[in-house]
């Protein structure tokens, strides 16, 4: 069987090196070509450690203004980088376009990354939810198919009444930012707990700090985050 990369189409190479078949590393099934990965930009080298980007000092300014604005920082960590052609076309594909068997190029290594972070016998990992709507017209949730291997929780739900009232003439983009987008369901689970946030991308982090103000309500001991990209 020629297996394909999922994103270039061409064939991919499976012979397997020599230095590969004594050397102690688990076989990592391949999903898309060499050059393909070669385009996505790795988060490598010093991060903010607020948000988890590229950036020489310690906090960069967004990070600043949410610790102005009282928040405790997530302490966001990012695998790759959003500002990236590959990485866009790979969302473009994958979240707007529907292709869902694309959740198989980040998946394993999106949840062993999650995994070795933050350990699941400590931590609780909380899915960000996607508006139903979008995952109606798409078929499935985004985030879910990139972490389908892990168990998480699904505390968090689109707040639908408040998508409903459709009359304001902010798009939703704007009640986003200003609005909580969210509702906890059964908050007597989170009290306690460490968690850990999931999402596809950290963009600018509004979405990821509205789940955060729930949970701290709810008592919840210690928050973080994880994005595929930032
Ligand atoms: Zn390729
Ligand atoms: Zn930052």
């Known amino acids: 069987m020629n297996r394909k990369c999922l994103l270039c189409k061409r064939d991919l190479d499976y012979s397997l090196s020599l230095a590969w078949i004594f050397s102690l ?44 604005m009282g928040k405790p920082l997530l302490d966001n960590q990012a695998l790759y980088c959003y500002h990236n052609e590959a990485m866009r076309d790979y969302f473009e594909q994958y979240k707007f376009a529907g292709d869902y068997y694309l959740r198989k190029v980040f998946q394993a290594e999106f949840q062993q990354f999650i995994r070795q972070k933050y350990p699941q016998r400590k931590w609780k990992y909380c899915i960000i939810p996607v508006d139903q709507h979008m995952v ?41 930012q200003t609005q909580q987008p969210f509702i906890l369901q059964s908050p007597v689970k989170v009290k306690n707990q460490s968690v850990v946030l999931i999402d596809d991308i950290y963009t600018t982090g509004r979405t990821l700090y509205h789940a955060q103000d729930l949970l701290l309500k709810a008592g919840a001991a210690e928050i973080r985050s994880v994005t595929l990209a930032r």
């Open 25 to 68: 590393e688990p076989f990592k099934e391949k999903f898309i070509c060499d050059d393909c990965q070669s385009r996505f930009q790795r988060i490598d080298g010093p991060t903010c450690k607020g948000c988890g980007r590229m950036c020489a000092s310690q906090y960069c300014a967004d990070c600043v203004r949410w610790r102005k």
């Open 136 to 176: 109606n017209e798409r078929g499935f949730n985004q985030v879910k198919g990139l972490t389908a291997k892990l168990k998480t929780e699904q505390w968090l739900v689109m707040d639908d009444e408040r998508h409903r009232v459709k009359q304001s003439h902010k798009n939703r983009a704007e009640r986003m």
